[in-house]
């Protein structure tokens, strides 16, 4: 089952791709090569793994017409994509709404700032576009059951995609995750185990599983290729800043995997010839207090991530032994970004500040990147002379726990005029 197919599969409909250009898997600390295959750690150094591809091939034959051809998702990128098959596991993950925040920048006393809304993917997080990878890959190598450990929006993402390829789901998550999560998981009829502990808890009993049952775990052995899905981010924002980069941009961090692969990601498209200049992004790192070990290194200016038990409202970004944690640090610090831990006070007031300046409502982790956004804006690490992406991850339907008792009614009322006019003063009315 385990071997990566190097041929062709199905005509293509949405793109002329037919092979991937991954030549091998490298390991990130070592730099030895494997074949391509699900596995995820070097067996010599226990390093992670990263797909390997061949930007001179790539170079060759892509552009930005070629992509503007392509289909309005994150498939209109598959040659920078780890994925042979065609048509691919699809929802329309991708290609999301990157909408100018004047409202917002003025609130902070910005400039430039833009919201790459992610709460719009098919269900609602960013997860979508990780997933569609992974399962795509999975599907290829010939797995039959998906399966993941989740803080909640990647349990919607493979419930979701696993019913649409025909594949059975096992999703794993912490039992106290907010009930809009577990039913909009479960509403998809996988299976969906809630377990007695932390997310920590959660992927440690996943590790093992993963190496017991023969299923494609997303964010355990098909990792390497779930990762690259998140590079999409920063492609999008490329290509809708008209092929410019940001200067800088503000990510949430639970494993660190996705602002390491937006960084990546900028870094590509220059690799193959999709930019004029080498792009220098700042990159800023958004963690919630009750969780921030990785925010807490580049404050205290430590080279190792000591864990944390979470305890933090921001429950989708509650990792507290972030697997990807050293080179979302070290992305941070190369591109003299910043990080923020932000309270539980804090990230309501950002989903509010959003959700009224800009008519986007998002999830704890958006409330996250907009408090951290605002901390930066004040420190002066983030600047008014700068163009800034903030990536919204999720969305708050996902989390109505956080604001249920803070927004509600203006006023609740009689149906009568005499009530209405009582309950406001004339000139508010105008
Ligand atoms: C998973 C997740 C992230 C960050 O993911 P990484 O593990 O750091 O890649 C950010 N926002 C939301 C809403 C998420 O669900
Ligand atoms: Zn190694």
């Keep these: 089952m385990a071997s990566a197919k190097k041929g062709c599969e199905t005509t293509p409909e949405t793109r002329e791709t037919e092979m991937t250009y991954v030549e091998s898997l490298r390991c990130r600390e070592c730099g030895r090569t494997y074949d391509v295959a699900p596995i995820y750690t070097c067996k010599w150094c226990f390093g992670p793994l990263e797909c390997a591809y061949n930007y001179d091939a790539i170079r060759a034959v892509i552009s930005r ?107 794993f998550v912490p039992a106290n995750l907010e009930a809009g999560k577990i039913i909009t998981t479960a509403v998809y009829g996988g299976n969906v185990i809630a377990i007695d502990g932390n997310y920590d808890d959660v992927n440690r009993l996943c590790a093992e599983l993963a190496g017991m049952y023969p299923w494609a775990f997303v964010n355990v052995n098909v990792r390497t290729y779930y990762a690259e899905g998140s590079k999409t981010l920063a492609f999008e924002t490329a290509e809708q800043l008209g092929w410019q980069v940001p200067d800088h941009v503000v990510v949430p961090v639970a494993s660190g995997s996705l602002l390491t692969k937006i960084r990546k990601g900028f870094d590509e498209l220059y690799e193959v010839g999709l930019l004029d200049e080498k792009p220098e992004v700042r990159v800023s790192g958004a963690q919630a207090l009750g969780c921030s070990p990785v925010a807490s290194a580049w404050e205290g200016g430590l080279d190792t991530i000591k864990p944390v038990k979470p305890d933090t409202i921001a429950k989708s970004l509650a990792i507290g032994n972030p697997a990807d944690g050293y080179f979302a640090l070290d992305a941070v610090r190369q591109t003299n970004g910043g990080f923020a831990a932000v309270t539980d006070d804090e990230i309501v007031e950002g989903i509010r500040l959003l959700a009224r300046t800009e008519g986007i409502f998002a999830e704890t982790a958006g409330g996250v990147t907009i408090a951290t956004l605002a901390q930066l804006a004040a420190k002066g690490i983030v600047r008014a002379d700068e163009r800034v992406v903030a990536y919204i991850t999720g969305h708050g339907l996902k989390t109505l726990d956080a604001v249920q008792g803070v927004v509600g009614p203006t006023a609740t009322i009689a149906s009568t005029l005499d009530a209405f006019h009582a309950a406001f003063n004339p000139e508010d009315l105008a």
Excluded: M
Excluded at 68 to 86: M, Q
């Design 65 to 171: 017409e070629r992509i503007a051809a392509g289909p309005p998702s994150i498939w209109r990128y598959a040659d920078l994509l780890p994925v042979d098959r065609n048509p691919a596991v699809d929802l329309g993950a991708g290609f999301t709404p990157l909408v100018r925040a004047d409202r917002l920048a003025a609130e902070l006393g910005l400039g430039e700032v833009w919201i790459k809304n992610d709460t719009t993917n098919p269900t609602n997080s960013f997860k979508d576009r990780v997933t569609s990878v992974a399962l795509s890959k999975a599907l290829e190598f010939g797995f039959k059951v998906a399966a993941c450990a989740s803080t909640g929006n990647l349990a919607n993402a493979v419930a979701a995609h696993s019913a649409h390829a025909g594949l059975r789901s096992f999703v």
